[in-house]
């Protein structure tokens, strides 16, 4: 096993992946990964590799079984172990049976936790090791034997066949349900030749020496002469326990030898001088080759003769069609008289692929017809071709899917090309833009800037960027920077024009202003609560040093609480406070966050109605989930008889209004923007103070306008261009 292991750790809780962290790598024997989100590990395993996985079992969002039935339904085999607190008996069954390794539970002495730990890691990968390595062994010894050429055939010690792989019975025509079991006088005709086998089998059982001799075999291909080795196979004390016999068929070859002495002299001017490979072959193997087919195809003399064309060429052309069908039409085509030449990918000896230009000719020798076949390596060529192919579809590519905006037009602004971001964003098919002139897609305000902008590119020289802003297919616009450069297309002189979407950014930059704002505010109120609330506990703790126990101590133990509440308090909020912000605005469904809050918050005694259009989208801050569970929260706690709570869209000009109303109690006139301060109310105080801030960072304004005594009425004003409804 290797020095280092590398360890994926899952838990919520993130104190407790740093104590692992600092257990489990002192050791030396681990490298130790954190993640408090099982989503995000599966996400990361798509990329990354672990020698072992430890998880949690009770977790938000996905819990460690679910983690577990995802990564097994992936195919990861990586060993698991389920590390956690809670041991119920149906738990741990759960996880052994989904497969996991080890269940290991929370808490006691941390040291022998660990211990513990780091051990079934190390049982469970040496353990998968050991089963990968074995499967590989058997997959790997039997795909050999059982895909041999060669016959492979195993005798016990009463010389009888306890084993025949499929050339055995693919030569000889015998079935093995005829001969397994029996030795080989027993297994039917041609007495003479099994004789033989026999008296050598039993010469290696007696002398324990490798035996190696020729014969000829009747077969139903005729009478085949074959080379065998007798191998005996012993026990680890030393006795022979079996006999191997491993028996090739050297018929073809020996034809093959006795057809290159007949035509050596014929050929050998020919075939030693052509650089490229040159063969002689019947219809089915090669009979002969020349020197530089040995350097092309990379291998010797007698890997190639004797051998089919199907050895090397890969299963399938790269028509699709099979190399067996292909090569067998060509070869048919040549023998019957007509020449061939063809593209080819063939294989060197070591099944590296190369591009080939392949000749069939039939000739015929004597009384015999053969065929002359020719190959020349052009890999150099077709790599070449490839690559001008290559980066011709990359550059295409490159242009139909960038995300800006690109248009090439002549010198006068006539559009030539426009690729398909333009045409989304501006509203027209990719078509309709051609012979367009270029300002007619310009607002007006901008073409005091882009005027010049055109004269320039008349003389073809390079010109200075700018930025304005495009109108856009859904009636708003897009801020975009202007780039351009003199090019040739269709040999002829234009101006390829580069559009970048920079919206989303300056949008992104705008709310990054307004969160570093939030930051400077609550750096200043947390510190200065804290250190106040902090004060006041140690004063009480001050008192509580000089007096004996006594009673009235209750009030101060009282006050000392009070205190700690408020810190905590204080502390969550702070904690909520810096989520704003820290994530980039983008487009949310307010339609689906409203029907998720509706489930989670506490409010079962009331009616809630969402009538927002499904899909509706609002640009804001990802913690809009957060403004809708606070709305619901406040109307259950300050509403009093409130039965229904009702969320709706409303046009405002050319802005939209999501509205949040009740038929509670209402919000006094004076405390209409004192409730959106913090500290105002009866709890926490923050829930719309932290409202308020998180739609403020896209531009979203909130205020009560409803009536007091009727019901409140929240009013989320959304910003042209940053709403979408389907």
């Not at 993640?35 to 990354?48: G, M, P």
């Not at 090309?417 to 367009?436: I, M, T």
């Not at 390829?496 to 950014?505: A, Q």
């Not at 004076?670 to 409730?675: G, L, S």
Request: aromatic share 10%; with cysteine; hydrophobic share 40%.
């Amino acid at each position: 096993m290797p020095s280092m292991l590398r360890v994926l750790y899952v838990d919520d809780e993130p104190s407790l992946l740093t104590i692992a962290k600092l257990f489990l790598e002192r050791e030396g024997t681990f490298t130790v990964d954190t993640l408090t989100s099982a989503i995000v590990a599966l996400e990361k395993l798509n990329s990354e590799r672990y020698d072992a996985i430890i998880s949690d079992y009770h977790m938000p969002e996905m819990d460690g079984i679910t983690f577990l039935k995802k990564l097994k339904a992936s195919g990861d085999a990586t060993p698991f172990i389920i590390f956690t607190g809670r041991g119920r008996e149906e738990v741990v069954i759960e996880a052994l049976n989904e497969g996991a390794d080890f269940y290991l539970q929370k808490g006691g002495e941390p040291k022998s936790q660990f211990a513990e730990l780091s051990n079934k890691i190390r049982y469970a990968v040496t353990r998968r090791r050991a089963e990968e390595a074995l499967r590989q062994r058997e997959h790997d010894f039997t795909s050999l034997v059982e895909n041999a050429t060669d016959m492979i055939v195993r005798f016990d010690t009463g010389l009888r066949y306890t084993y025949c792989n499929p050339a055995f019975e693919r030569l000889l025509g015998v079935p093995l349900q005829q001969i397994l079991g029996k030795t080989p006088l027993e297994s039917g005709s041609f007495v003479e030749w099994k004789r033989f086998i026999e008296v050598s089998l039993r010469w290696t059982l007696e002398m324990g020496n490798v035996q190696e001799f020729e014969l000829q075999v009747p077969t139903p291909n005729g009478l085949r002469s074959f080379t065998s080795h007798i191998i005996p196979e012993r026990d680890p004390r030393g006795n022979i326990i079996s006999l191997l016999a491993i028996t090739r068929d050297m018929t073809d070859r020996k034809k093959v030898e006795e057809a290159l002495r007949e035509s050596e002299e014929k050929f050998k001017t020919l075939f030693g001088t052509a650089t490229d490979a040159l063969f002689m072959m019947d219809s089915r193997v090669f009979l002969d080759c020349n020197r530089s087919t040995l350097a092309i195809f990379r291998c010797s003399l007698d890997q190639i003769i004797g051998h089919s064309p199907l050895e090397f060429s890969p299963e399938y052309q790269p028509d699709g069609r099979l190399s067996l069908e292909k090569i067998q039409e060509k070869i048919n085509a040549a023998i019957s008289g007509e020449p061939q030449f063809f593209e080819w990918v063939c294989l060197h000896y070591d099944r590296t692929p190369f591009d080939a230009e392949v000749t069939f000719n039939s000739i015929r020798l004597g009384n015999n017809q053969y065929l002359q076949a020719v190959v020349r390596d052009v890999s150099t060529r077709k790599q070449a071709e490839r690559a001008l192919l290559a980066s011709e579809m990359f550059n295409r590519n490159l242009v139909e899917n960038l995300p800006d905006y690109i248009v090439v037009h002549e010198t006068d602004g006539k559009i030539l090309y426009a690729n398909p971001a333009s045409s989304r964003v501006l509203g027209y098919d990719a078509d309709q833009f051609v012979d367009r002139p270029l300002l007619s897609h310009i607002a007006g305000e901008n073409l005091d800037g882009i005027m010049p902008w055109i004269s320039n590119s008349r003389t073809g020289d390079e010109i200075p960027h700018i930025e304005m802003d495009l109108p856009s297919q859904d009636g708003g616009s897009r801020s975009v920077i202007v780039k351009g450069t003199p090019i040739q297309y269709q040999d002829n002189l234009a101006y390829l024009t580069l559009f970048v979407d920079i919206t989303e950014r300056k949008r992104a930059e705008e709310a990054l202003d307004a969160a570093n704002k939030k930051l400077t505010i609550l750096s200043s109120i947390t510190r200065h609560d804290i250190n106040y609330q902090l004060s006041v506990l140690q004063g009480y703790l001050a008192l509580l040093e000089n007096e004996q126990p006594n009673p009235q101590f209750h009030d101060y133990f009282l006050k000392i609480s009070t205190a700690a509440q408020r810190i905590s308090a204080m502390i969550r909020f702070t904690k909520e406070y810096e989520q704003i912000g820290n994530k980039d605005p983008g487009w949310q469904d307010c339609y689906a966050l409203i029907e998720r809050a509706a489930r989670e918050a506490p409010v079962e005694r009331i009616e809630v109605t969402n009538t927002l259009p499904i899909h509706t989208e609002v640009f804001v801050d990802p913690l809009i989930f957060k403004v809708f569970y606070n709305l619901m929260d406040n109307a259950v706690r300050y509403g009093e008889k409130i039965t229904t709570l009702r969320f709706s869209i409303e046009e405002s000009g050319e802005n939209h209004v999501l509205v949040c109303e009740d038929n509670g109690i209402g919000i006094p006139a004076a405390d209409k923007e004192t409730i959106f301060k913090r500290g105002f109310g009866k709890n926490t105080g923050v829930g719309l103070f932290l409202s308020r801030e998180i739609l403020a960072i896209t531009g979203i304004a909130i205020h009560e306008t409803g009536e007091p005594g009727k019901g409140a009425r929240f009013e989320m004003t959304v910003p042209k261009g940053k709403w979408r409804i389907p």
